[in-house]
């Protein structure tokens, strides 16, 4: 799988605290539904080339939303002052 260095993955997780960016993932969700389906398939051509494209299409979606999606917070501890 793709993996993002670290300013693509800061831009994805900073696009995902934006109303577009919850948008964006619902996009990105609909389209690997609509593409995991059987019914999309072309009957007319064999199948298998098609089912593996969809399958790393899914993958991709799945790796890039999770990216996407807020993070939960976690604070960094703030070290107490020390005035000795």
């Known amino acids: 799988m793709m993996q993002f260095n670290d300013h693509q993955r800061?831009?994805?997780q900073?696009?995902?605290r934006t109303d577009n960016g919850r948008q964006l993932?619902?996009?990105?969700?609909?389209?690997d539904a609509y593409y995991s389906s059987i019914s999309t398939i072309d009957t007319t051509k064999p199948a298998d080339a098609q089912i593996e494209g969809r399958q790393i299409f899914s993958e991709f979606i799945k790796h890039l939303t999770?990216?996407?999606?807020?993070?939960?917070?976690?604070p960094m501890p703030i070290a107490q002052d020390d005035f000795t």
């Not at 993932?25 to 389209?31: F, K, S």
């Open 14 to 16: 900073d696009l995902g």
């Open 66 to 74: 999770t990216t996407i999606e807020t993070q939960k917070h976690r």
């Open 10 to 12: 800061r831009f994805l």
């Open 25 to 31: 993932v619902q996009i990105l969700n609909d389209a």
